[in-house]
């Protein structure tokens, strides 16, 4: 059974911990085996690339790592401020999370 975490691709997160610690940033890919996402603009790394026959001289590039989840809290879509996370049903019986400042259910990008 897949695990679910508390933020998604498309979230808006605060870094908690780590050299870009206090940056925000969107969240664009998700890597649910590792417990880790990348973010946008955070965690940038030098990447070295050999050359192939798409890229004759190879090089050096600039890319997003990967961040642990247990590192990141989500962004109030509705107050601006980061926020726990809980899961409870909704209107139409279907569990969707909600922020624990607020108690507003955060809407899926």
Known sequence: MARKFHIKRGD?????????????????????????????????????LKPNASNPNGGIEKVEAPIHISNLMLIDPSTGEPTKTGRKLNDSDKLQRFSRKTGEFIQDV
């Open 12 to 48: 808006t997160v605060k870094v908690l911990a780590g050299n870009a610690k206090g940056k925000q940033g969107k969240v664009v890919k998700m890597l649910l085996d590792k417990e880790k996402a990348i973010v946008e603009g955070i965690n940038i790394v030098t990447k070295h």
